[in-house]
C-alpha cells in the first residue's frame, strides 16, 4: 500500500499537478482499497472536513490577513527605518538590519513569503548600494526571513500544534530562543563578510533620529506585544490573539496611518481568502491523507524498516531533522508537516521526547529546507519578487544553510535553547 501511494504521488508531481492533487488522489485510492461496502466519498470528505475543523486554524488567515495589511500599508517601512537608525552604522550594518528587520517583521506576521517582500523590497536595493555582492543579499534575505517560522506567530507551528495535539502557545515561546540565536549567528557573519569584502557603513544616525523613528515605529511595534504579552498574560488564546492582530492592523493602516483605502482592504482580503483557500484544502487533504496511512500502519512500517525505535531520543530527533530537511527541499512545508508528523507521532510518544521540543525541531528543519535548493518554496518567492535567475539566488546559501545546521545540532545537544522560556512560562 505503502509503495503505491507514494509512487502514485510521486508521479502526478512529476507530471505538474499541484501538490493538493496527489494528496487528493493518494487519500482516495488510500480509502477505495482500505474499506467495502460504505460509500468511500461520503467518509473521505469526512475526514476532510476533520482536517479542517479545528478552532486553532483560524489564527492561519488572520494572522495572513494582518501580514498583507502591514506589507501593503507602513508598517514593516517603519519597523526597518528604526532598526536601521541603530545599527546601520556599524559594519555589516545595513545586512545586520535586513535580519533584524525580517526577524521583527517575522514577530508580527508569521509569513515567510511576506517577510520576503516586505523586508526585501525596500533593502535589497540599498544592500546593493552599499556595495554588497546580489548573491549575498538574496541568500540573507530569504535566509533570514526564516526566522519567521520560529518567532511567533508562527504559520508552521499553527499547523503542526493542531496536527500533534500539542499546545500552540507553549510552541510560540519555545520558538524564541532559536530564532534569536539564528538572528546572531546571522549578524555575526554579515559583520564578519562586510569586513572581508571591505563594504562601507552607513552615515550614523543622531540620538534624535533614532528617538524619531522609534516613535515612529511605536505603533507597529504593539504587534508582538498583543501576540507575546496578549497570549502569556493570560488575556488571549493564541486564535484570539491572530483576530485582536487584525484589527489592530485595520485601526493602524487605515485609522491612524491613513496608507490603505477601503478597496485597498477588500483587495487585501480578496487576496487573503485566495490564499486561505489554498492552505485549507492543502490541510484537510493532508488530513485525509494522515488518516490513511495511520489506518493502514504505514508509520509502524516505515519506522521498523529504518529501526528508528532502537536509536534513542537523540537519534530519533536526527532522523526527524533529515526527514523534514529533506522533505522541504522538494515539497511546501505545510504539507511536509501534514504527511510526517503523524508518520513520526508513535515513536515519538514512545520514546518520551517532549512534542514542543520536536515541534520546534521540526519547524527549524522546515525553515531550512524552505530556503534550500531544489525546490525550497522561499526560493522561487524570492525569484518571483527580485526577478532574478534561480542560480543568483540560490548560490549565496550554503554559508546561511551550515549555519542553520549548527543551530539544528546546539537544538538536539542542548534541548533548553528551546524550553528554557517554555519552562519559565508554563511549568
Known amino acids: 500500500m505503502a509503495t503505491v501511494l507514494f509512487s502514485v504521488m510521486i508521479v502526478l508531481l512529476l507530471v505538474g499537478f499541484p501538490m493538493m492533487v496527489p494528496l487528493i488522489i493518494a487519500a482516495f485510492i488510500g480509502f477505495f482499497e482500505m474499506f467495502n461496502g460504505i460509500d468511500k466519498m461520503d467518509f473521505m470528505v469526512q475526514q476532510f472536513m476533520a482536517g479542517i475543523r479545528p478552532a486553532s486554524l483560524i489564527a492561519v ?3 495572513i490577513f494582518a501580514a498583507d495589511i502591514m506589507t501593503r500599508g507602513q508598517s514593516a517601512d517603519r519597523l526597518i527605518d528604526m532598526v536601521m ?11 545586520v538590519s535586513t535580519a533584524t528587520a525580517c526577524t521583527l517583521f517575522g514577530a508580527v ?39 519567521a517560522f520560529l518567532i511567533p506567530p508562527s504559520i508552521g507551528m499553527i499547523i503542526y500544534g493542531v496536527i500533534s495535539n500539542t499546545s500552540i502557545s507553549e510552541l510560540f515561546i519555545a520558538g524564541v530562543g532559536p530564532g534569536l540565536l539564528i538572528l546572531v549567528m546571522f549578524s555575526v557573519y554579515s559583520m564578519i563578510y562586510a569586513t572581508i569584502h571591505h563594504v562601507p557603513t552607513e552615515p550614523k544616525a543622531s540620538w534624535p533620529e533614532r528617538m524619531k523613528a522609534v516613535r515612529d ?22 486564535t484570539e490573539a491572530a483576530a485582536a492582530c487584525v484589527l489592530y492592523a485595520l485601526i493602524l493602516e487605515f485609522v491612524v496611518f491613513r496608507s490603505l483605502s477601503l478597496l485597498d482592504i477588500y483587495r487585501t482580503a480578496k487576496s487573503t481568502g485566495l490564499i486561505t483557500a489554498v ?9 485525509a491523507f494522515s488518516w490513511v496511512i495511520s489506518f493502514a500502519q504505514i508509520p509502524q512500517e516505515i519506522l521498523s524498516t529504518i529501526g528508528i525505535a532502537d536509536m534513542g531520543p537523540t537519534g530519533v530527533l536526527v532522523v526527524i531533522s533529515i526527514a523534514f530537511f529533506i522533505g522541504c527541499m522538494f515539497v511546501d512545508p505545510i504539507v511536509v508537516i501534514l504527511i510526517l508528523v503523524p508518520i513520526f507521532a508513535p515513536v515519538v510518544e514512545a520514546t ?32 518571483a519578487v527580485f526577478k532574478r535567475p534561480y542560480m543568483d539566488v540560490v548560490r549565496g546559501t550554503p554559508p546561511f544553510v551550515l549555519m542553520l545546521f549548527v543551530v539544528s545540532a546546539l537544538l538536539i545537544i542542548f534541548p533548553q535553547i528551546a524550553l528554557f522560556l517554555r519552562d519559565l512560562a508554563f511549568r
Open 85 to 95: 537608525k541603530f545599527v546601520g552604522h556599524i559594519k555589516g550594518g545595513l545586512a
Open 109 to 147: 506576521s508569521g509569513s515567510t513569503q511576506a517577510t520576503v517582500v516586505a523586508v526585501g523590497s525596500p533593502l535589497r536595493p540599498r544592500m546593493l548600494k552599499a556595495g554588497y555582492k546580489d548573491s549575498f543579499v538574496l541568500a540573507l534575505i530569504v535566509n533570514a526571513s526564516d526566522i
Open 217 to 238: 515605529a511605536i505603533w507597529p511595534l504593539g504587534f508582538p506585544v498583543i501576540i507575546v504579552g496578549g497570549i502569556y498574560g493570560g488575556i488571549f488564546s493564541p
Open 279 to 287: 492552505v485549507f484544502i492543502l490541510v484537510g487533504a493532508g488530513a
Open 61 to 63: 488567515p488572520m494572522f
Open 352 to 383: 518520551g521526547l517532549d512534542p514542543v521540543l520536536v515541534g520546534i525541531v521540526i519547524t527549524l528543519q522546515v525553515a531550512i529546507g524552505s530556503a534550500t535548493p531544489p525546490f525550497g518554496c522561499d526560493i522561487f518567492t524570492a525569484i
